[in-house]
């Protein structure tokens, strides 16, 4: 006992835990905690930037480091909240200079509200899940792979937090580089090029829309400062139309929405298993985002105009995607698919526009992050032993790997909204909240709980159960092994966070109720 408390490997442990301890106290007291958190992987990704090359297990525990540490004081963010106020809170001011003007300076606003606060959390949760599933699996060009997610991590909590438009356009489409370089690099097909240029395409040229549009509003309004626009913009109806069409283009391929879908199947089948979990977990969520956040209170009356549009597609949606991931062959197809599906009822909610409606738009976002990010990690363990994809190859998991049937199970499970489960609680208060407007569209909508059941039942029992395939063409299933410690811990946080958001959402819906009310009351007076 006495070794074990005076070893250096455990004295070291304590004072990084002191230094972080004070670190948090000093970052909490100036009310710099935004500014830390988009910082500090980008900080963390300049050390790695030096570290030599053959330093690999160094740059992979110094990059985990710094994604824990991140998550960890995301989480300050939730038990610091003020759950009774609607306005942002931890608000920064962040003052810049243009490089040709030294003597002019402009500043943005970072902050967040309930809206946002859990966007950020899952965003340092999964970049965290990410870096560690991704221990053993990644044998070319380590450290740009860590520091494009570090890079990729910063961006995305910038776009959670800035309060400024123009701002949020430019790290809106600077996520899409790190996602390209992902694709393209560490890709694991032929085909990589082609979807890497097709997620590029499609979210671009919808964004260009989105960009017009916020000139327009900086040469009506005269700033680009999200407070600002919301409180003294006064748009005609007409004005309102184009402009919530202009964001429309921009959020909608994000979602995705149909037609603009399908650069999304593309990227999940060529992607890494990492980079499809960033994929599904976060990138989607901009869509929803921003429609909460930009789309509902700058265009109100569009907003009711083009609800019908919004209803149809959506609708459109969920039945074409479910079906379609019904005859799929390929794991990460289905579960792309089943991606679109469930973001699309995370429309139906958002447009409900209620309180019960929009707080199940915004726990179905996040929990559809903890169960599309689980299943596509689900896909990796298998593809990292037997390298295919493709649903025929596999039959009698459950004979040689338990655990891992029984945590694909639970995925399963969660997917099809089982009661207990995240799932569960997101789509009943949006079919609740989209009752109250209309019936035909939820009864529709829920349609795609049927077909999801279908199709993940069906990939479940043709997996899992069955007879064990041996020497079918370069796999041999009896040499198999069950997931390891590792990959345990992966799993793990994503676990507790769907049951515990299924057995007690209470602690997520009241941080978001003040902040969802101010949104309702300005969509409706």
């Avoid at 995705?256 to 890494?272: N, R, S, Y």
């Avoid at 994809?389 to 338990?402: A, F």
């Amino acid at each position: 006992m006495f070794k074990l408390f005076t070893s250096s490997n455990f004295i070291n442990k304590i004072l990084i835990s002191f230094l972080v301890v004070l670190a948090y106290n000093f970052i909490i007291s100036v009310n710099l905690i935004l500014s830390f958190l988009i910082l500090f992987p980008l900080f963390g990704s300049f050390v790695i930037a030096w570290l030599p090359n053959e330093q690999k297990t160094l740059m992979k525990s110094l990059a985990l480091i710094i994604s824990g540490i991140t998550f960890l004081f995301s989480l300050a963010l939730w038990v610091n909240f003020n759950k009774s106020l609607s306005k942002f809170q931890f608000i920064e001011t962040v003052h810049y200079w243009f490089p040709w003007d030294s003597n002019s300076s402009t500043y943005v606003l970072l902050g967040i509200d309930g809206i946002s606060l859990f966007f950020v959390i899952l965003t340092t949760l999964l970049i965290f899940i990410c870096l560690l599933s991704s221990w053993d699996n990644i044998h070319i060009h380590l450290k740009e792979y860590l520091l494009t997610f570090l890079i990729l991590e910063s961006l995305l909590l910038g776009v959670f937090t800035i309060l400024d438009l123009l701002m949020f356009y430019i790290l809106f489409e600077a996520t899409l580089i790190p996602m390209f370089i992902m694709i393209l690099t560490w890709g694991s097909r032929e085909r990589k090029i082609r979807a890497a240029t097709m997620l590029f395409l499609y979210t671009l040229f919808g964004s260009v829309f989105m960009l017009a549009g916020i000139i327009y509003i900086y040469w009506t309004v005269g700033s680009t400062d999200y407070q600002i626009v919301v409180a003294s913009a006064q748009f005609t109806a007409f004005e309102q139309r184009l402009l919530w069409l202009s964001f429309f283009l921009s959020f909608a391929t994000k979602v995705p929405m149909l037609p603009v879908h399908i650069w999304l199947p593309e990227a999940h089948v060529e992607a890494p298993t990492a980079g499809s979990v960033i994929l599904a977990g976060i990138l989607l969520k901009l869509g929803s985002y921003g429609f909460l956040r930009f789309s509902l209170p700058l265009f109100p009356e569009a907003n009711f105009y083009f609800t019908p549009l919004v209803y149809s597609i959506a609708v459109l949606g969920v039945i074409y995607t479910s079906l379609t991931a019904i005859r799929q062959t390929d794991f990460k197809r289905i579960i792309a698919y089943t991606s679109v599906a469930h973001m699309n009822i995370v429309m139906i909610g958002i447009y409900s526009f209620n309180l019960i409606g929009l707080g199940g738009s915004i726990l179905q976002s996040i929990s559809h992050g903890f169960v599309s990010s689980a299943l596509f990690l689900i896909i990796g363990v298998v593809y990292d032993r037997f390298h295919t994809r493709l649903i025929k190859y596999y039959s009698g998991l459950v004979h040689i790997m338990p655990l891992y049937a029984l945590i694909f199970l639970f995925f399963t499970m969660a997917n099809i909204a089982l009661p207990g489960t995240s799932s569960f609680v997101g789509e009943f208060l949006i079919l609740a909240g989209s009752f109250k407007e209309n019936t035909t569209v939820t009864f529709l909508g829920a349609t795609g709980m049927i077909l999801g059941g279908a199709y993940s039942l069906w990939l479940y029992n043709r997996v899992i159960y069955g007879n064990l395939k041996k020497d079918e063409g370069h796999l041999h299933l009896k040499y198999s092994y069950d997931i390891n410690r590792r990959e345990f811990y992966v799993f793990l946080p994503l676990i507790i966070g769907t049951i515990l958001m299924g057995i007690y959402p209470k602690i997520f819906l009241d941080p978001l109720e003040a902040s969802l009310l101010n949104l309702v009351f300005q969509l409706k007076n």
